[in-house]
């Protein structure tokens, strides 16, 4: 998607893919998801497998590309207070979109909206596909994820074109 937007390499920095930034977390997850049980809850893994080596002070949960440190109990960065003592309101926070007015906000709150609707509504079988599962290579397009999303893929090309 950042490839689409044309902001890979900002996007990067500031919201590194899991896969990339925590792999042991990543890999944690797709253990969890492919065999369907929970061994701890999930802010406890997130916390276990915190990596030593960062970015700075703000760096930490808050910086992968869906930020979920507003909706479960764990610190958001490093070393911040100012963000680590901010209430859990339940939030999910779609940090892999460039900073966009107009027709790419648009876009970009579509396909975030899409991403919520269809991750809570669809039996988890039905994800499986979308997911990058241990030894499935990623996809090197997004046009099976805008299907899936029922999202016209062009359209979204071309607002950020």
Known sequence: IAK???SERELRFWSKPMAVKNTALFRYLQEMVVQE???EPLAKSFE????KD???PMDGNRRYAINVCHLLDIQCSINCP???NVPKFGGVEFRSFPSVVGEGMR???KLAQALVTESCTRPV???LSMAQLSGIEPADDASQLFRFLH????AFKRAFA
Request: aromatic share 0%; hydrophobic share 40%.
């Open 4 to 6: 689409v937007m044309g």
């Open 54 to 56: 960062n970015d700075g």
């Open 125 to 127: 079988v039905d994800l």
């Open 82 to 84: 100012k963000k680590n």
């Open 48 to 51: 276990r497998l915190q990596p």
């Open 37 to 39: 049980k929970v061994s």
């Open 107 to 109: 876009a970009a709150a």
């Open 151 to 154: 999202l016209d893929e062009e």
